[in-house]
């Protein structure tokens, strides 16, 4: 009798145990998704003035400036509540007056100029999904960047990972349909598609600011692609060879 007391004594306790293991457990998730900003979530109030939304279910914001190396340009995501992380909708915190946005996906990308306060959109509309951007500088999304220090000033593109079709049939873009990728100059024009329809891209490496080395998957099979900077030209694209010729 007295055994049975010390293990019905001992389960509680594992069960009080487990309840606050889970709630920390809980409490870490929200601090790491939601409050923190390295995240890259925002909680914001939306913005009216920059897209419309007559259906009011976009809630546009402006998501965090990045500033383009060596030149006198910014560039701020605009960003949709309705394209965030579907789990972040169902968050307790979605019920105050703030909305939570994804900055990792946005619709569109405004360029300003701090010079003389000019600015422009990348896109003419907000129907695609930038799924990750950056200078070929920013030397955190693209590693072993070869440069002179000489030659920073010179940076000539910003790439871009964006989803544009549907490609799973479902009547929606989604961040399961296929990418593309792009580049365009370091103020947002000159736009260009380099390679579409693509699985993911691999690995990919700025050649002394001439060249960019990708490696990528399409639909199942690998592909070694090298790229011109300055004529904004490929200048091969090969499959990967098989293990064993």
Wanted: charge should be positive; charged fraction near 25%.
């Amino acid at each position: 009798m007295e055994q049975n007391r010390f293990f019905k004594w001992l389960w509680h306790i594992n069960a009080i145990g487990l309840f606050f293991l889970l709630g920390a457990g809980l409490y870490s998730f929200i601090k790491s998704e939601i409050i923190n900003p390295s995240r890259q979530v925002i909680i914001a109030e939306p913005i009216t003035s920059v897209a419309n939304d007559p259906k009011g279910v976009e809630k546009w914001t402006l998501g965090y400036g990045q500033e383009i190396i060596g030149l006198e340009y910014i560039m701020l995501p605009l960003i949709s509540k309705y394209s965030k992380v579907k789990m972040l909708n169902q968050m307790p915190l979605h019920k105050t007056n703030y909305y939570i946005y994804n900055e990792n996906i946005a619709k569109n990308i405004l360029f300003i100029n701090n010079k003389n306060n000019s600015s422009h959109w990348l896109f003419p509309t907000n129907n695609q999904l930038i799924v990750e951007y950056s200078t070929l500088m920013s030397g955190t999304t693209i590693p072993y960047v070869e440069y002179d220090k000489s030659e920073i000033k010179k940076t000539k593109i910003i790439y871009y990972k964006v989803i544009d079709k549907d490609t799973t049939g479902d009547k929606a873009i989604t961040v399961e349909d296929k990418q593309s990728f792009a580049i365009s100059d370091v103020t947002g024009k000159n736009y260009r598609v380099v390679i579409s329809k693509i699985d993911r891209v691999i690995y990919m490496r700025n050649i002394k600011n001439r060249e960019l080395h990708i490696v990528y998957q399409k639909d199942g099979v690998g592909h070694s692609l090298k790229f011109d900077i300055d004529k904004f030209e490929t200048i091969s694209d090969v499959v990967l060879p098989k293990v064993g010729g």
